[in-house]
């Protein structure tokens, strides 16, 4: 049975006056080579935020579509949720062609970055396990921890003029080949990708609670994951009720 991949155009998420939050776009065929990657990008004036970059193989589209929306030599960060290869797998691409950027990843693996092999002296901010607010165009990106969810020095990124969440692995859904939706429609249908992944690489409930709590107070209005479908309205609540609900991860999943 042959299966239609199709290629997705970047979708504006949020626009108000020069502040962007996008969606940069897919091609399903990505499949092939590796999980779906979802990136975006945080646009404000003339500067530019990059969300996960991605892996080597996606660099070619990711960079196409950031050039619809900024000069990519004013991408001003290169913000990471973690260390995995779907997420940083692009940096020294990226490096070539965005020189002035700097890149924020956790504390815990600023020391492995530099093994991919790009001169790493004077451009990895250290983000402390507590968090941080970086200081973006007029407003500020805010670095929310996220420790063991699933990396063990892990960030999400909080946009406070969009109120858009990225979530990382967070929310990731993983579908088979010729399934794709931009944005979750029926939230209960969705758990059943969303599922295994949450179960296995999420590492315990105690991480859970503890993420719970740094989001207290947060007005969220859309949570964007790396991998699967995009939360808005209702099921971003109907997300944080169902990870609530989750008895057993992680450690107490397997053993
Ligand atoms: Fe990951
Ligand atoms: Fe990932």
């Known amino acids: 049975m042959s299966v239609n991949l199709k290629v997705h155009k970047p979708y504006v998420l949020y626009e108000e006056g020069d502040h962007k939050f996008v969606w940069l776009g897919l091609d399903e065929s990505e499949h ?31 960079y196409e579509n950031v050039k619809e929306f900024i000069k990519p030599e004013n991408i001003k960060y290169l913000l990471f949720s973690h260390q995995d290869p779907d997420v940083i797998g692009s940096l020294n691409l990226w490096l070539d062609v965005a020189p002035n950027a700097e890149i924020y990843v956790s504390e815990l693996w600023e020391r492995f970055l530099p093994h991919l092999g790009f001169e790493a002296a004077g451009k990895i901010i250290d983000i402390p396990d507590q968090g941080m607010s970086i200081k973006f165009g007029k407003s500020e990106i805010k670095a929310i921890p996220a420790h063991f969810m699933h990396s063990v020095g892990n960030f999400h990124y909080y946009d406070p003029v969009s109120k858009i969440y990225f979530s990382g692995d967070l929310g990731a859904a993983v579908f088979p080949a010729g399934k794709w939706y ?3 429609e029926n939230f209960d249908e969705h758990v059943k990708y969303m599922e295994p992944f949450h179960r296995r690489y999420i590492v315990s409930k105690k991480a859970i609670d503890h993420w719970l709590e740094q989001i207290k107070g947060l ?16 099921n971003v609540k109907k997300f944080i009720e169902w990870l609530k609900s989750l008895d057993k991860v992680g450690i107490d999943y397997i053993w």
Do not use: C, M
Not at 35 to 42: A, E, F, G, P
Not at 219 to 234: L, M, T, V
């Open 32 to 62: 092939e080579k590796g999980i779906l990657t979802n990136q975006y990008l945080i646009v404000d004036g003339d500067e530019g935020a990059l969300l996960d970059a991605g892996g080597y193989f996606v660099f070619e589209r990711v």
């Open 182 to 184: 931009l944005f979750v």
């Open 219 to 234: 007005d969220i209005k859309i949570i964007a994951p790396q991998h699967g479908s995009i939360f808005q309205g209702e």
